[in-house]
């Protein structure tokens, strides 16, 4: 398998040099456009965006993107993978941006609690908050993340037994969308020394565990938020989105029927549409989608 010096080589995008590290970062369009910050979730880095991006930059949008740390292209520090950590890069990242205007930023799964904290830190710069499928508590009731968080074990079972699972899921589901390009991709920064090193750092640390005080933090200051889920997501199910959405001030949702957890990736054009047309993108009587505010 290639190295990582050998991925970021043939990759687009800079390296940032943010705390813990090298941060990878993307950025397509011009400082005077409106721009909007794309945060990854748990296990994929920034190309679960790759079908998302386009649309968004068709329709005007600067799009930056980046690796967490552990993940893709930044580097792997040997330092404790909690939230703190990536809330850190994640502002880090936006301080680095000069733009014209407010920032919207949109945050998939646990990329979506990175981007509700986001906005409880810096409201000043992020002006609309997009919160796809986001994340209530993965290691609630699970007893894989548990083991993944036992100290001496933990690692090594992400190694033999985490990481190889992981990679049949992509390969499943990459498959069924006809993105299997997409497959050695994750292959490729998964088996880069330091990812499953990260996943169970992240889980020792309950990095994934419960979210409801990151989104029960934001304000009703008149920030725009918009939630989006898929109907038949099983990482984060609709219940999970629901108590969410309890937890927020007056918001949009959307809910895109036949969508699952990759609805970034199957329904980019639906959630690029919500973004640049506000609410009169949002799904009509009959459509077949949710649209409700709270």
């Known amino acids: 398998m290639p190295s990582l010096d050998d991925l970021r080589r043939e990759a687009p995008g800079r390296l940032v040099q943010l705390g813990a590290g090298l941060t990878h970062v993307v950025d397509e369009g011009g400082a005077n456009s409106k721009t909007v910050l794309l945060v990854h979730g748990a296990t994929v880095p920034h190309w679960e965006f790759d079908r998302l991006a386009p649309q968004l930059r068709i329709t005007g949008w600067r799009v930056v993107r980046f690796d967490f740390f552990g993940h893709g292209l930044s580097d792997r520090p040997a330092v404790p993978y ?163 959405r309890n937890l927020l001030p007056p918001h949009d949702y959307l809910e895109i029927a036949q969508a699952e957890h990759n609805v970034l990736l199957t329904h980019p054009e639906r959630v690029a549409a919500a973004l640049s047309l506000g609410n009169s993108a949002l799904p009509t009587e009959g459509s077949g989608e949710v649209r409700s505010p709270l």
Do not use: K, N
């Open 82 to 244: 909690d939230f703190d950590l990536f809330l850190e890069q994640a502002l880090g990242v936006l301080d680095t941006l000069r733009t014209a205007h407010r920032v919207t930023v949109l945050g998939h799964s646990f990329g979506a609690a990175i981007a509700a904290a986001m906005a409880a830190e810096r409201p000043a710069r992020i002006e609309h908050l997009v919160l796809v499928a986001p994340l209530l508590d993965f290691m609630a009731g699970a007893m894989l993340p548990r083991l993944f968080a036992l100290p001496g074990i933990g690692r090594p079972l992400m190694r033999r037994i985490g990481v190889p699972a992981l990679e049949r899921r992509r390969r499943r589901r990459y498959a069924a969308i006809g993105a299997e390009s997409l497959t050695e991709r994750y292959i490729a920064q998964a088996r880069a020394p330091g990812y499953a090193e990260a996943l169970s750092s992240m889980f020792a640390h309950r990095t994934l565990g419960d979210q409801r005080a990151r989104y029960r933090r934001l304000q009703p200051d008149g920030r725009e938020i918009l939630v989006v889920a898929g109907a038949l997501d099983t990482i984060v199910p609709l219940r999970g989105v629901a108590e969410v």
